[in-house]
C-alpha cells in the first residue's frame, strides 16, 4: 500500500530542499525509501512511499528546511527522539509592526540570544518568518519553548538566562541521581 502527504513550503526554501546537484532530495530520499515530487514554482511537496512512519520523519524534515533550518540541522528529525516545535508569532504580537521587535528579543545582538538559550537547551532554534522553531529532544524543546515564550512576552533577557541555567542544573544533579 502506498501513501502520500502534500505539504507547501516557502518558494525560496526549494533550492535549499533540492540541494546542489539535487544531492539533499537525494540523501533524504535514500533515507527515508520516500520519494519527493517538488514543484518548485508553487513550493508543493508530495512525499511518496511505503512506509507512513518514514513519511511523517521525511514531512518533519521538509518542514524543518521550509521553516529556516540548515539541511544537516533538519536531519537530525530522522532520528526517532527527535521532535520540532513551531511557534508562530502572531500569537504573540498585537500587530505586524512588532514583529521585527520581537523576533530582535529572541535573537539577540548577532544572535547571542539565540544561542545562548541553544547551549543552555541543547537545541537548535531558527527564526524565520513569522515563526521561531525549535529542533531537539522533546524534553529540551519544552524548556527552549518556555525561555523563548518569556522573551516574547517581555521578560528581562537576564531573568530567561538565569531560570535556563538554574534548570540545567536541576537536570544535571537529576541526571548524576538518576544514574
Not at 146 to 160: D, F, I, Y
Request: aromatic letters at 6%; charged letters at 30%; hydrophobic letters at 35%.
Amino acid at each position: 500500500m502506498e501513501f502520500a502527504y502534500e505539504l507547501k513550503i516557502p518558494k525560496e526554501r526549494i533550492a535549499v530542499l533540492i540541494g546542489k546537484d539535487g544531492e539533499i532530495k537525494q540523501e533524504l530520499e535514500d533515507a527515508t525509501k520516500v520519494s519527493m515530487n517538488i514543484d518548485s514554482k508553487e513550493g508543493d511537496i508530495t512525499l511518496t512511499g511505503e512506509d507512513s512512519i518514514k513519511i511523517y520523519s521525511l514531512r518533519e524534515v521538509v518542514k524543518a528546511i521550509g521553516r529556516g533550518f540548515n539541511p544537516e540541522i533538519a536531519k537530525l528529525l530522522l532520528k526517532q527522539d527527535y521532535a520540532l516545535e513551531v511557534l508562530p508569532l502572531m500569537d504573540y504580537v498585537k500587530n505586524k509592526g512588532h514583529l521585527e521587535r520581537i523576533k530582535g528579543r529572541v535573537i539577540g545582538a548577532n544572535g547571542k540570544s539565540r544561542e545562548t538559550i541553544e547551549h543552555l537547551t541543547q537545541t537548535y532554534i531558527c527564526v524565520y518568518g513569522k515563526t521561531i522553531s525549535i529542533i531537539g529532544l522533546p524534553e529540551d524543546i519544552v524548556i527552549a519553548k518556555k525561555a523563548v515564550e518569556s522573551l516574547l512576552q517581555g521578560s528581562p533577557h537576564s531573568n530567561v538566562y538565569r531560570w535556563l541555567e538554574k534548570n540545567m542544573k536541576k537536570r544535571k544533579q537529576q541526571e548524576i541521581a538518576d544514574w
